[in-house]
């Protein structure tokens, strides 16, 4: 399933406020589930597949997020992400999600309404 966009965060303010674009080649390993987080990412381009419990659950878009579940309660990635396509993504660490949830209240939405809809994505597979 490939989640639509709604609204995208602006990558402007993304590296404004001290990003940096990271390259990750097609079939790259971008995160792994079970590894202690350190950030999630901004999809700047490309595309990227969650998989968790070695399922395919969703392809990100760019102008997508994930990891964002770890920034919240610090626990361990819940999934890995691939590559699908060659991407450039920003790494957004702690101090960088508190800016822009400081400085761009759409963002703490928008990470939100990716939480709710990879949730109800996933009761719908439990569901099956």
Do not use: W
Request: glycine letters at 8%; charged letters at 25%; one cysteine or more.
């Amino acid at each position: 399933m490939t989640i639509s966009r709604e609204r995208a965060i602006d990558f402007s303010i993304v590296l404004r406020l001290g990003g940096v674009v990271k390259r990750f080649p097609a079939g790259t390993e971008i995160m792994r589930e079970g590894e202690p987080r350190t950030h999630m990412y901004y999809l700047h381009l490309g595309k990227a597949v969650v998989i968790a419990k070695g399922r395919e659950v969703e392809e990100v878009e760019a102008g997508g997020i994930f990891g964002e579940m770890a920034m919240i309660d610090h626990g361990p990635r819940a999934a890995s992400v691939i590559a699908k396509t060659d991407c450039e993504a920003v790494p957004i660490d702690e101090r960088l999600f508190l800016l822009l949830v400081h400085q761009t209240p759409f963002f703490s939405i928008d990470v939100m309404r990716t939480l709710v809809r990879r949730l109800r994505r996933m009761n719908e597979l439990l569901a099956h």
